[in-house]
Structure formats: C-alpha cells, structure tokens
C-alpha cells in the first residue's frame, strides 16, 4: 500500500491520487487503502512533502493555528475536496474554487463542545469562579456567594438545533431542565422554533446557548434588542462564533450585571490583553477551547477515513457545506 510521509518535492508525481493531512498521528487511523493513493503530511506550508500537483483530496490545518495551511487553497491545481477538521467552515466560504467540495467535520466536535456547555453553565450558576478568586486569596468565605443558583428548574433556550445542540440537549436533560429549540427555519413536527421566533421565546429564557454558525443571517444575531429582551438574571452561553454578537452591545448589557455570560469565543478574536470584558464579574471566558480534547484528531481522522473512502468510491460526501451551513 503507497501510503508514505515525505519531505522532499516532486517524487510522487505517478500517484494516482494524493491526499494531503497535517498530521502524521492520522495515516494508520486511514487504514487500508488502495495503491493508487499516496497519503503525505503537508503541515507547514514553508515544507511541503511533495509538489502539489494531484492533491485532490486535502484536511487542513485549523484556521489559525500555527504553520497554518489555508493559503495553500490556491497552490492545488488538481484539488477536488477540502475536509475542514472544524465545524464552522466561516473562513473558507467564497475561498474554495469552483469544482471542489467544501466539507465541514459535523459530528466530530459534539461531546467536546456539549460538555464545555454544561461545564460553563454549572460553573457560572454554582459561583465556581468567584470561589477560584477567593481561593487565589486563600480566602474561605461563603459570602456574599451563598447560596448559589442552581440548573434544576431552568428554562434553556438552544439556538442552533444541529448535531451540537442536540449533544448539549441529551447532557442537560437529566438536570431537570426545560429545552427549547431553535434553527434557521421551524420544524414543527420536531419542536423546533424558527429564528423569527426569537423576540417571543427570549423572555422566558433563564439559559441561552448559541450554537450557530458564522453567516451572514446570525452575525450581529445578538444585537442590544435580543440582550434586551433576555430576563434579569438569565445567562448568555456563547460557544459559536464571536461575531455571532454585537460586542458592543454585549458589553453594555453585561456591564450592567443584570445578565451573566459564559464565552468560549469573542469579537475580537483573541480577546485583547486590556478588553474590559476580562474583568467583569459575571463574565466566564474561556479561550476558544470547547472542542480541544484529547478525542479530538481520533474523531477528525475517522470522519476523514470515511469521507475519502466515499471520494474513492465516487459515492456523495457527507458534511457538504452549501450557503455557509
């Protein structure tokens, strides 16, 4: 079998078809595949393997992460699918050429970014970072932080009624919630609510998780008038996108103190050394982690394995991205 790692250019240019992925840990999760396939790992676009003539199949590097590969989109004349590692293909729309497949990793980040959901909600609820400062101080105080809320009870109000959202549902659902669905358009036979719908259900939203993707229809989607209309004392879960909120508005409101958030993503992107978001309160942030577990490249690389098995066999590719979804 021709699967091989290669630093030197221009020795495959007789494969039949090459793939290229960014890390080495992926070619025995690859498995068995035919001769006519070269896998190669192209992880730093300054030394590539090989020349990038017949790469039709291609996984990237994370956007932004270093030795980041995206620019290499226009250096593969012969490229015919693009499988992201991410769920959110924002950053790729509009780039990929004609006649390639845009594919996004639906499926692969949804018990990771579910349990950062739960984790940040339970720890904003329980007072788990006013208890981390206090304990920073080595200082045993139970005031003025008990007691604490708690989820049971609480009406959560999910937007973005994919595979994530169902994940963080199936994980909520024991604590005695009440869950409510939104997507891009209802689906009444599933309980699921339109967006349209939203000035009428955020008022009786004690949790709001975002779970959208970056598009032209959900950036800004958290404007000051959604803020507005989530209750006092209701909570604003953000693992989407950044941009998804207005981050002025989102200030105003959460300077305030009458809402609180839990943010693993911020406008901008890193969040700024000086941000005053850092420093209120009723803010948790974590920095773009809720899919970084150690299950994470196992999960990307059998999604790949399967998809290029698909490819091979000309049958249709799953996770196709189309209008930004």
Same mark, same amino acid.
């Given at each position: 079998? &021709? +699967? +091989?790692?290669? $630093? ?12 290229? %992925? ?24 300054? $030394?590539?393997?090989? *020349? ?20 290499? %989109? /226009? ?11 991410? *769920? ?15 594919? $996004?990793? !639906? ?16 720890? +904003? ?29 609480? !009406?959560?109000?999910? %937007? ?12 909520? *659902? ?12 209802? #689906?009444? *036979? ?48 953000? &693992?989407? #996108? ?5 981050? &002025? ?6 300077? /305030? ?5 839990? @943010? ?6 890193? @969040? ?7 420093? @209120? ?20 690389? !059998? ?15 799953? $996770?196709?991205? /189309?209008?930004?979804?």
């Amino acid at each position: 079998m &021709a +699967q +091989q790692v290669s $630093n030197s250019l221009g020795w495959l240019a007789s494969a039949d078809v090459k793939v290229w %992925i960014p890390h080495k840990f992926g070619i025995p999760v690859l498995g068995d595949l035919p001769d006519s396939v070269v896998v190669e790992v192209a992880d730093d676009p300054r $030394n590539l393997p090989s *020349a990038p003539d017949g790469v039709e199949f291609w996984l990237p590097t994370f956007i932004g992460m270093p030795h980041d590969t995206s620019r290499l %989109i /226009t250096e593969l004349p012969d490229l015919r699918v693009v499988q992201l590692p991410s *769920a959110g293909a924002e950053a790729w729309v509009g780039r990929v050429p004609a006649g390639v497949t845009l594919c $996004n990793a !639906r499926g692969v980040h949804d018990s990771s970014t579910a349990e950062w959901v739960v984790t940040g909600i339970l720890s +904003q609820l329980r007072a788990f970072p006013s208890f981390l400062r206090a304990q920073d101080r080595g200082v045993w105080t139970t005031e003025p932080y008990l007691p604490t809320d708690e989820l049971a009870g609480k !009406r959560v109000l999910i %937007i973005g009624a994919g595979s994530i959202g169902s994940a963080v549902a199936a994980r909520l *659902a024991p604590f005695e919630v009440e869950l409510t669905f939104v997507a891009r358009t209802a #689906r009444p *036979a599933e309980g699921v609510h339109a967006v349209t719908d939203l000035p009428r259900l955020l008022p009786a939203a004690d949790i709001v998780v975002l779970l959208v993707p970056l598009t032209a229809e959900t950036r800004r989607l958290v404007d000051a008038r959604f803020l507005a209309a989530m209750p006092d004392g209701a909570m604003l879960v953000n &693992a989407a #996108r950044g941009p998804v909120a207005d981050p &002025a508005a989102l200030f105003a409101e959460l300077s /305030t103190g009458r809402i609180s958030a839990v @943010l693993d993503v911020t406008d901008p992107e890193p @969040l700024p050394p000086g941000d005053p978001l850092w420093h @209120l309160p009723n803010v948790l942030i974590t920095p773009h982690v809720g899919a970084q577990v150690h299950g994470l490249l196992p999960r990307v690389y !059998r999604l790949v394995a399967a998809q290029l098995r698909r490819y091979l066999a000309g049958e249709p590719l799953r $996770n196709q991205v /189309t209008g930004g979804y």
